[in-house]
Structure formats: structure tokens, C-alpha cells
């Protein structure tokens, strides 16, 4: 098992994403992080339709009304709570979620449990 640190709760606000990119033992790991509800969600940046990035514009992986998580590339749409796709060429098939945990009050790490394909 392998933890990163990623960043603090305060530098991830409410509909808010972050991207990261993590030296992990496997290989770099491009990620990203979404805050609703006050629950923090991570998932590895990759599209289940082509397996390239969701997103075009730096930390930017929401629909423009902030209530989807959705591919640049051909609009599909994910739930933020599961990474789940409801609309789009994907639609059925979910990102990869990544599991979180949360030290110290404050802090937002990442923790690799089982191999993931990068
Ligand atoms: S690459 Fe994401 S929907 Fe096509």
C-alpha cells in the first residue's frame, strides 16, 4: 500500500476539481478530485470511451452547470458520487475511483491499495 499526500481540505472547495499528477511505484498516475456534499471523490483522469484525459482546460472536469462530472471530448456525462456515466458513448461503464484518506483534520491523501492500470 502506498499513500500521497495531495493537498489540504481548504484547497478544495464545495464543486470544485483539482488535478494531480502522482510518481507512484507503477508508473504516473494523472487524477483528479471533486468535492460535493462535502464528500471528496477522486478519480484517475481517464475517459472509459478512449481512455484519454476528461478535461481540456486545467483543473476543469464539471459540466458547465456543476452538477457532472463531463468528458471534453465528446460531452459524456459522469455522477460526481461514483464516477458512474449516464450520458454519452461511454454510457454504462464508470471512471476508475481512486480511494481517499483524510489525516490529521486536514490533509487529503491518496491511497493505492491494489494495482491499478495506468
Ligand atoms: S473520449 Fe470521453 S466521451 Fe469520448
Not at 36 to 42: G, I, K, L, R, S
Not at 67 to 81: D, M, N, P, Y
Not at 96 to 110: F, G, Q
Request: overall charge negative; aromatic content about 8%; hydrophobic content about 35%.
Amino acid at each position: 500500500m502506498s499513500n500521497y499526500f495531495l493537498c489540504h481540505n481548504k484547497d478544495i472547495a464545495e464543486l470544485q476539481t483539482r488535478e494531480f499528477s502522482v510518481e507512484t511505484d507503477q508508473g504516473q498516475l494523472e487524477l483528479f478530485i471533486v468535492r460535493q456534499d462535502n464528500n471528496v471523490h477522486a478519480y484517475q483522469n481517464h475517459c472509459p470511451h478512449l481512455g484519454i484525459p476528461l478535461n481540456w482546460q486545467p483543473d476543469k472536469f464539471l459540466c458547465l452547470e456543476g452538477i457532472h462530472i463531463q468528458c471534453s471530448t465528446h460531452g459524456a456525462l459522469f455522477k460526481v458520487e461514483n464516477g458512474y456515466c449516464i450520458v454519452g458513448p461511454c454510457a454504462g461503464k464508470s471512471l476508475t475511483a481512486l480511494k481517499l484518506e483524510h489525516r490529521n483534520d486536514d490533509e487529503i491523501w491518496l491511497e493505492l491499495t491494489n494495482p491499478i492500470n495506468i
